[in-house]
């Protein structure tokens, strides 16, 4: 049974710092690209950041130079280091595995991260 638990979230002030985390199981870690979106209410689901097997890295415009995925092969876990936070981060941030050329893909339950000005 594949699982994804997301930990870290919280409210933080505006400026502040935090470091999701994504623990998963049931799969083979280290050939997943690991996802981070977001969905504050109201709108859509959007992508963050993704990390490939090979540790390329991308981000959406709106985190560039604030947040920072990495993972961690030999603990199965994928994180989202979150620094200068904003108001406007505030969101549900749900974890994602994706396997490229592959349909198969995986959901963690997701995490609140809320943002205080």
């Known amino acids: 049974q594949v699982q994804l638990v997301e930990s870290g979230g919280g409210l933080v002030q505006a400026g502040g710092s935090l470091r999701l985390s994504c623990a998963a199981s049931?799969?083979?870690?280290?050939?997943?690209?690991i996802n981070w979106y977001r969905q504050a209410p109201g709108k859509q689901r959007e992508l963050v950041a993704s990390?490939?097997?090979?540790?390329?890295?991308m981000y959406a415009d709106s985190v560039k130079g604030r947040f920072t995925i990495s993972r961690d092969n030999a603990k199965n876990t994928g994180y989202l280091q979150m620094n200068s936070l904003k108001p406007e981060d505030t969101a549900v941030y749900y974890c994602?595995?994706?396997?490229?050329?592959?349909?198969?893909?995986?959901w963690g339950q997701g995490t609140q991260v809320t943002v205080s000005s």
């Open positions: 049931g799969i083979t870690f280290s050939i997943y690209t």
């Open positions: 990390i490939s097997s090979s540790r390329n890295t």
């Open positions: 994602n595995a994706k396997r490229p050329g592959y349909s198969d893909a995986y």
